[in-house]
Structures are given as structure tokens and as C-alpha cells.
């Protein structure tokens, strides 16, 4: 049989304790990935359609270019906007920002707007 002070089995115990509430306190992150990939979709004359919307910690979002000319990607990384044509590939990177993409018709017909493929790691 051990035998130990108080101030020992004390400094155990504390230390026990603190590690115990350290661990609970201080998760390590565990990284998750996905990837989607939002299909071209129909945009009637003049309507606006939301794509996608929602926060990111890190993606890559890549525009394959299939779409019509006459459709406005209206791409939203928190306050800041740009725009591209639906026939335009481009590549986008978010970092830590909410992302909106709406596709906008400008024509007097039903036009299509373009793949978009959207690579995400979270933590």
C-alpha cells in the first residue's frame, strides 16, 4: 500500500479536476468536408432566384460557365458583391463569410443558370 500526503493527494485531485474541466473547456476541433454542386437551374424573365446562401469557414466555389448570358450570378460574401455573366467560368474562395449566390434573369425569356460546385472544410 502507497501512502501519500495530504497536500499530494490534494495536488492530485486539483489537478484532476483542472484537466477534467480543461478538457470540456478547450475542445479540439474536429474538420469535417463536403462538396455540392447546384445544378443549373430555369430563371424565368425577370425573376431572381436564390442558389445558395449560408456561412462558410472555408470553400472554393467554381462557376462552370454553362450558363446564359443573360443571367446576372449575383455572388455575396458578407457586405461585398460581384457579379458575373451565367456564361462566365470563375473560380471564388470565402473565408469565414456568409455566401449568397442568386441568379438574376435580365431577358424576356426563361433562361438557365450555371453549374456551380462548392468544395467546403469546416472546423
Known amino acids: 500500500m502507497v501512502y501519500v500526503s495530504r497536500e499530494v493527494a490534494s495536488g492530485l485531485v486539483g489537478g484532476l479536476v483542472g484537466a477534467l474541466a480543461a478538457k ?8 469535417s468536408s ?15 432566384k436564390t442558389l445558395i446562401s449560408g456561412f462558410y469557414r472555408f470553400a472554393v466555389v ?13 455572388v455575396k460574401k458578407d457586405n461585398v458583391a460581384t457579379q458575373i455573366t451565367g456564361n462566365t467560368p470563375a473560380i471564388e474562395i ?23 460546385e462548392i468544395a467546403w472544410i469546416s472546423w
Do not use: C, R, Y
Request: hydrophobic share 35%; net charge negative.
Open 94 to 116: 470565402v473565408a469565414s463569410k456568409t455566401l449568397e449566390i442568386k441568379a438574376i434573369n435580365t431577358s424576356t425569356e426563361s433562361k438557365s443558370s450555371p453549374t456551380i
Open 62 to 74: 467554381l462557376f462552370h460557365g454553362d450558363g446564359d448570358p443573360e443571367v446576372t450570378v449575383d
Open 34 to 48: 463536403g462538396e455540392m454542386v447546384i445544378s443549373p437551374q430555369t430563371v424565368n424573365p425577370g425573376e431572381t
Open 24 to 31: 470540456a473547456i478547450f475542445k479540439l476541433p474536429i474538420p
